[in-house]
């Protein structure tokens, strides 16, 4: 409401003189964030250290105390977080965990002893505020009741009763609420004798789920909820150490948390050490022993058969006196929301259209056009490049964000301006056997990646049938060559295990990766018909499949002859059920975020209709994950993901890092000017350092007939985004990780050269110096002459943000050919809770619009007339 009302009054000024606009100080007031914590480092992380000791009243009244434990936590980002990011916590020191859970999310892991709990909680750990914006276990969300509510059947099961530094309040039969629900309110809260002890969850609205049962929770905890639960008992191996990947939920994706740019937040970390016990009857009662037990598992073991544990040293009293008092409180702050410019800027945007790969850093940069009067409001539309580039040749767009040379259609010249240094990655979610953790070292080669593509593995017995390939892998966990790349993993069948998770329409990202699977001679000839060495055979509809492409097609028709009933009645092509490609790679990480993978082959019966439905099968199990998506090096970064090392000469694999990604641009050639750099993949086969992944988004933009505002705008747009916009960071403006910085020195030096020449060459709109639009009659490209990076090219004298028209001569227009239309693809909606409310307000305004516009055609002729 609060977005909505800025909106109404920016919107406003239009019509209010007094009012005019939105001035810098308003944006600033409007823009207020969480104030940082004085503990945060200075690159956003977070480091404590804690002493925790577990302390027993003795029955004469002295204080026994167990060894103390020193624990230090760290967590390596802290601000400007945006929804789904995952943080790395590590912690050092704690006491090592016993009865490993096969699962450790939500209620999943509460069958362990001793581990670290790790909670998002609404408010910061800083008396000196006001209550409601301090945390407390009831603004800590959990997502089912067993995590926030207790029922026992006796005090010799309530151990929460004898919690030395728990008030006496908390100690009776039932606790937790003041008043405490009757039983209209909620029947199963006070049934006596049994003991209750409620940890309600109050929103970021004001509102009190009791969390007596699961009608009395928030709806993000119901059953089938979006998104599975973030909060985690994290097990501490028996050194003291463990580490995590947590993901924070900003108010998109859990609006009752609330967390957002707003609203304050903590990320707790709580080291289970045992409950503090007060001082014991006498004789010692069964409910006096409970408190004081130390354990059933040892230090290290497993607990997947999900056996009882100790109460007084399990996560499901992370909210009581002793354990909450062990806390660790990582203050987070979230960037900006997405609809940030839409909601605090009511100029019309200036669309960018293209390579999905600059998604994370247009997320940070965008905040930095609209919120500055002297800048456009700019704003990237993805979608495929070959649309983005079409959309910029037929006039539609200023400009298009592409990673490779595209066909030209149209006789207007068209300049490349590198803007971003990023790349592809195969990220993979792979748990290790036996609940081991996750395995972080997977290695691919190119022929593996053909195999996947191809659709050569059989998924499951219903590919046996399949002609010509019966005799190949399942999957490629069971393929002998990823087993000798890669020891040591399950080779447990998953039909995932059968593909990449891919796109379904045509993109330079696939074009990189299939150039790269082009040039290495073993894996182009198994495509040409040649089995591997374990005599595994490319599917036959593939074989010969030409490479580079820019989409991969489903090419197959096998469909299974099988008994099952739902198959019969279901006819469909098994292996395209198991590709199941997406039209975006941020579908592609949260699908490896959430371990789902997107394989259609579940089957239900519905019932209601007496029809079987075939769908997405449901999320891998915590211990027994194994998903590979192609995804972008931003995503990665932001959701945590893990990237695979690919091969690029025998025995060498080289994962993407900015090392690599360094390695990778030095390669690069520019063959002509104000065209892209070229990464020749043979090259890249001979070096051990160059990662095979790395591509460049350039910013295109045609060179004459482009309207000079827009062209002032994308010259504008290519200055800040290559000057300030490589500058490091989660803020506004900033580029965020998985990109490599465009520097005026170094490596990337041609690119910031190449990119403010193209710059002045657009904003100009003269064209490629009297060429005929090819650019060869100007030279050789920057990085190719005698002079090295940047031989021959002087930076224009704009500076960043300067977008004075240049005053040289204009020459006379090129009449443009326009290029031939092509077919786009499908347009997606999109849903705005903003929009419903203001709806009334923008009929009026368009209805004002349109008298205006009346008004104007009519006194047009008159003006005419007079002159």
């Not at 004898?162 to 937790?176: N, S």
């Not at 993901?247 to 409950?275: K, Q, T, W």
Request: proline content about 8%; charged content about 20%.
């Amino acid at each position: 409401m609060r977005r909505a009302i800025a909106l109404v009054l920016l919107v406003a000024g239009l019509a209010v003189p007094a009012a005019a606009g939105a001035q810098p100080g308003d944006l600033d007031r409007l823009d207020q964030r969480a104030a940082p914590h004085p503990e945060r480092q200075a690159k956003g992380g977070f480091s404590q250290t804690k002493t925790l000791t577990r302390r027993f009243v003795q029955a004469d009244g002295s204080t026994y105390s167990f060894p103390s434990h020193t624990v230090t936590v760290t967590a390596d980002e802290t601000t400007n977080l945006r929804g789904r990011q995952r943080i790395l916590i590590r912690w050092k020191g704690a006491q090592p965990s016993g009865g490993r859970a096969s699962n450790p999310y939500g209620e999943n892991g509460l069958n362990q002893e001793y581990p670290v709990v790790i909670l998002q909680c609404r408010g910061l750990d800083d008396p000196s505020l006001p209550a409601k914006k301090q945390l407390s276990p009831a603004t800590c969300w959990t997502a089912s009741v067993a995590q926030r509510s207790q029922v026992t059947r006796s005090d010799n099961e309530a151990t929460w009763t004898h919690d030395l530094e728990a008030d006496a309040a908390d100690k009776a039969r039932v606790g937790g609420l003041d008043p405490f629900p009757t039983a209209e309110e909620c029947p199963t809260a006070d049934i006596a004798p049994y003991f209750t002890r409620l940890t309600p969850f109050v929103t970021a609205q004001g509102r009190t789920f009791e969390a007596c049962d699961a009608g009395h929770m928030p709806p993000e905890a119901a059953v089938g909820a979006a998104f599975p639960p973030a909060e985690i008992a994290a097990f501490t191996d028996t050194d003291g150490t463990g580490a995590v990947q947590f993901e924070v939920r900003s108010d998109v994706e859990n609006e009752s948390l609330g967390c957002s740019d707003r609203v304050a937040c903590s990320i707790v970390v709580i080291p289970i050490a045992g409950l503090s016990c007060d001082q014991p009857s006498s004789p010692m009662t069964l409910a006096d022993q409970a408190c004081r037990k130390g354990g059933r598992f040892p230090a290290g073991s497993s607990n997947f058969a999900n056996e009882g544990v100790d109460q007084a040293v399990s996560p499901a009293l992370w909210w009581a006196a002793s354990n909450w008092k062990n806390r660790f409180s990582i203050p987070i702050t979230f960037g900006l929301p997405p609809d940030t410019c839409d909601v605090l800027d009511p100029r019309p945007p200036t669309g960018f259209y293209g390579s999905e790969l600059l998604a994370q850093a247009a997320l940070q940069w965008a905040p930095a056009y609209c919120l500055n009067k002297q800048r456009f409001k700019f704003q990237l539309n993805q979608m495929s490049d070959e649309a983005g580039w079409n959309l910029m040749e037929n006039g539609g767009g200023a400009a298009a964000e592409v990673s490779s040379e595209h066909e030209q259609r149209g006789s207007d010249p068209v300049g490349y301006a590198p803007t971003a240094v990023t790349g592809f990655s195969i990220g993979y979610q792979i748990d290790k056997p036996d609940n081991a953790g996750e395995y972080t070292d997977l290695r691919l080669n190119a022929r593996l990646l053909a195999k996947l593509i191809t659709q050569s593995y059989l998924g499951s017995d219903l590919g046996r049938g399949h002609p010509g390939i019966g005799d190949n892998p399942l999957a490629i966990m069971n393929d002998p060559e990823f087993i000798e790349l890669n020891p040591g993993l399950s080779q447990t069948t998953q039909e995932v295990g059968a593909t990449v998770l891919s796109l379904s329409n045509s993109s330079d990202v696939i074009e990189q990766l299939t150039d790269y699977i082009a040039h290495d001679k073993e894996a182009m000839a198994f495509i040409h018909g040649k089995r591997d060495p374990w005599g595994m055979v490319v599917n036959p509809k593939y074989k010969n499949l030409d490479m580079p492409r820019s989409s991969i097609p489903l090419l197959d028709t096998y469909v299974p002859e099988t008994s099952s009933d739902c198959r019969q009645k279901n006819p469909a092509v098994y292996f395209n059920q198991l590709a199941a490609p997406v039209t975006t790679l941020r579908k592609i990480a949260e699908a490896l975020l959430d371990a789902w993978p997107n394989v259609q082959t579940r089957c239900d019966f519905d019932t209601g209709s007496g029809l079987y439905k075939l769908g997405r099968i449901d999320r891998q199990s915590f211990g027994s994950r194994f998903m590979l998506g192609i995804v972008s090096l931003g995503d990665a970064d932001r959701f945590g993901l893990r990237s695979a090392a690919l091969q690029t000469k025998p025995g060498r694999f080289v994962a993407p890092d900015n090392a690599s990604l360094a390695a990778a641009v030095a390669l690069m050639k520019q063959e002509k000017k104000r065209h892209p750099f070229l990464l020749d993949q043979a090259v890249v086969r001979r070096s051990a350092t160059a990662y095979p992944g790395t591509m460049v988004v350039y910013t295109a933009a045609r060179l004459q007939n482009l309207a000079e505002d827009d062209a002032a705008k994308v010259a504008q747009f290519i200055r800040i985004a290559t000057t300030e916009g490589q500058e490091r960071g989660s803020g506004n403006g900033e580029l965020p990780g998985g990109f490599l910085p465009i520097e005026k020195k170094g490596v990337t030096a041609k690119f910031f050269a190449a990119a403010q020449e193209t710059a002045a060459a657009i904003e100009a709109q003269r064209g490629p110096g009297g060429s005929d639009g090819s650019g060869g009659t100007d030279g050789p490209g920057i990085g190719d002459g005698p002079g090295g990076n940047g031989g021959g090219v002087a930076p224009p004298p704009a500076v960043p943000g300067d977008d004075t028209p240049s005053t040289a001569s204009e020459p006379s227009a090129v009449p443009s050919v326009p290029p031939t239309a092509l077919e786009m693809p499908a347009t997606e909606p999109v849903g705005s809770n903003l929009a419903g409310g203001l709806l009334p307000l923008l009929i009026l305004l368009g209805a004002i619009g349109c008298v205006a516009a009346t008004a104007l055609r009519i006194g047009a002729p008159v003006m005419r007339r007079r002159r």
